[in-house]
């Protein structure tokens, strides 16, 4: 018998379907494939700036600690991060990424046939970890590019556990705003769990798109998530939390880990919150970035998304595939879209100056003079 048929008679039913989430290339990777040693990488949403200088000197100071374990209740990452955003230690949960933060809930309210509410074309973690507990992933369509709430609101059935919203949504940089989610949230039952994850909020520059914060009730099921892996510059430390009523984070607590959230990423994240103008820096970058990007591709006939984040989503008149396969070429990492329901666009994150220049040259290169 063939190990691959042996092991699909043992796995549990609901798990042959899964696929593996499709990270964007490594850097070095494509740099040994090429033998080139200048690529440039604007595939993952990450900081162009590097880490949060105060979170790389606090990791420094903390080597000589490795061989002890980390605290496994992050005293002191909680209550900065509880006075950081006027909560109390015990409304947060921290993960291994907001990722793992993610995993928790799905774990903890959804039952096999419980059914996720999310939307299409948007972070590809939400199906997946559906998919993990035997849950049903159900995708309500975007509407003109924008998360439909209401639609959303609507599509809430008695299976429905869990509600999963990203706003700013990823990939398309569109953010509701506040009278919307005021709205959803009146209309939605106690039954289900809404989760708001605000990986791209602090680049968010319209007044009007809502924080997650302003919403918490210790007798409403609602979630925020927050990450330090792009703001703070810190993703591959891994590290990430999520906020909400302190009886459902204690259940959380009680299903982690003990030791999720290592040693390390305690202390940088720790000192990353408080890096106050590297994060002004991060945002004026990302400001700065966009603009320049809107008029170039507005200069080369190009169709895009007006974005609330730090990346942009650009429809190309070939296969976003293609598109992506010769930006490789030419160096340059970005994301094409099919695996999101958007086989003709590619994502692209706001990089440097120079990162971003180089970006529209190859683009131009790669499209041809008519496109
Ligand atoms: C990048 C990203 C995250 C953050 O994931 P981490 O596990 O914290 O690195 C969460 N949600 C969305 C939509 C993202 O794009």
């Known amino acids: 018998m063939a190990a691959s048929v042996l092991f699909t008679s043992l796995i549990l039913p609901h798990l042959t379907q899964l696929t593996p989430y499709q990270a964007g290339k490594p850097l070095e990777e494509l740099e040994r494939e090429l033998g080139l040693t200048d690529a440039i990488k604007l595939a993952s949403n990450e900081n162009p700036l590097g880490p949060s200088p105060l979170a790389l000197a606090a990791i ?39 990722d793992e933060v993610l995993d928790l809930l799905v774990r903890a309210l959804v039952p096999p046939g419980g059914e996720v509410l999310s939307t299409t074309h948007t972070f590809l973690m939400y199906g997946l970890l559906t998919q993990a507990v035997g849950g049903v992933f159900r995708p309500v369509p975007l509407k003109e590019m924008r998360v439909d709430l209401s639609a ?3 599509a809430v059935t008695p299976q429905t556990r869990l509600i999963i919203v990203n706003n700013p949504n990823n990939p398309t940089g569109t953010a509701f705003k506040r009278q919307e989610w005021e709205d959803f949230l009146a209309a939605v039952p106690a039954t289900a769990t809404v989760v708001l994850d605000e990986a791209y909020i602090d680049f968010a520059d319209d007044p009007q798109v809502p924080s997650c914060l302003e919403y918490l009730a210790e007798d409403r099921p609602l979630v925020g998530l927050r ?54 820096r991060t945002r004026e970058l990302v400001l700065e970035g966009k603009d320049l990007l809107y008029r170039e591709l507005a200069r080369l006939g190009l169709t895009f998304v007006p ?65």
């Open 152 to 154: 959303m609101a609507q």
């Open 227 to 280: 990450t330090f892996s792009k703001t703070y510059g810190l993703a591959g430390l891994r590290i990430g939390y999520g906020f909400g009523p302190s009886g459902l984070m204690d259940y959380l607590n009680r299903l982690r880990m003990p030791f999720n959230v290592n040693s390390l990423a305690q202390a940088g994240a720790r000192a990353a919150l408080h890096d106050v103008d590297f994060l002004a």
């Open 60 to 98: 420094l100071d903390t080597l000589g600690s490795l061989h002890r374990y980390p605290d496994s209740h992050a005293y002191y990452l909680k209550e900065d991060l509880a006075r950081h955003h006027g909560l109390t230690p015990a409304q947060l949960i921290l993960g291994n990424g907001s």
């Open 307 to 371: 974005s609330q984040a730090n990346f942009v989503l650009i429809r190309v008149p070939r296969s976003g595939k293609e598109v992506y396969q010769a930006m490789l070429r030419e160096g340059v990492i970005i994301r094409a879209m099919d695996a999101y329901g958007f086989p003709d666009y590619i994502r692209v994150n706001v990089g440097l100056p120079e990162e971003n220049r180089r970006f529209l040259e190859a683009l131009q290169k790669v499209l041809g003079p008519d496109n």
